[in-house]
């Protein structure tokens, strides 16, 4: 295994411990995790990291089997065992299954790998013809960015602020980039939406009731995804 990679993901992973990462939990997990499942019905599904362990559980649900790939024992410890879905304890860039996927589903990982052109180009490589893979982002073009630059906490929409630090980012995505990372790396079409609201910062929506968590979400699908928090990708590999 990468020694760097692997001490870079233990550290990211204390933040699932802390309120921050319960915040992150709730609102950003829980619905990306709503936001799969209107993707995802039936077939082999590979998830790139256990994260809380709250979408792979989730996604049991809906597949008619889930593989992890997990590289953080740490992780594996807290979030991976004993639940319904398997994990496979490695690198992505040491996975290596012997059947194909029907689906990949990359939530909120492209922001945190080294190099996430090759990770994709890797997650295109583990699907069936005609397959698809899902990558979730944060947004840098999102409304609640856009304000922090209007408030001087972060000089451009692309810095990392305190909490993209806490969390392990490397990047901030904007829906352009992403969409170019994805092509690049060999997907036949990559559709790009946006989902959930945001005008301030998880901490501050700690407190909000989730019927007016569930109303951003709904109403974020409406929306320009230019606005959103995050960016979703949809991705099909060709026949």
């Not at 990306?32 to 998830?47: A, E, F, P, T, W």
């Not at 980012?169 to 992403?178: A, D, F, G, I, Q």
Request: hydrophobic share 40%.
């Amino acid at each position: 295994m990468n020694t760097n990679e692997l001490q870079h993901l233990n550290t990211v992973s204390r933040i699932y411990a802390t309120e921050a990462g319960q915040l992150n939990r709730d609102i950003t997990s829980f619905y990306s995790c709503r936001l799969n499942l209107r993707n995802i019905k039936g077939g082999r599904v590979l998830q790139l990291g256990v994260g809380d362990g709250l979408i792979a559980e989730a996604l049991c649900d809906q597949a008619d089997q889930v593989d992890v790939i997990e590289g953080s024992s740490e992780v594996i410890t807290q979030f991976g065992t004993g639940k319904r879905f398997s994990v496979h304890h490695t690198l992505f860039e040491d996975y290596a299954p012997e059947i194909p996927y029907d689906i990949v589903v990359g939530n909120h990982v492209l922001e945190h790998v080294a190099d996430p052109v090759e990770i994709a180009r890797l997650a295109l490589g583990w699907l069936y013809p005609g397959g698809k893979a899902l990558f979730t982002v944060p947004n840098a073009t999102s409304l609640h960015r856009r304000i922090g630059v209007k408030m001087g906490l972060i000089k451009h929409i692309q810095e990392l602020n305190e909490q993209d630090i806490e969390l392990g980012h490397r990047r901030v995505y904007t829906p352009v980039e992403l969409q170019n990372d994805l092509c690049l790396a060999g997907f036949e079409r990559v559709d790009i939406s946006g989902y959930m609201l945001k005008m301030v910062s998880h901490q501050q929506m700690k407190d909000w009731r989730r019927e007016l968590l569930d109303a951003c979400f709904e109403a974020s699908l409406e929306c320009d995804p230019h606005i959103c928090s995050n960016i979703m990708a949809l991705c099909y590999k060709s026949q």
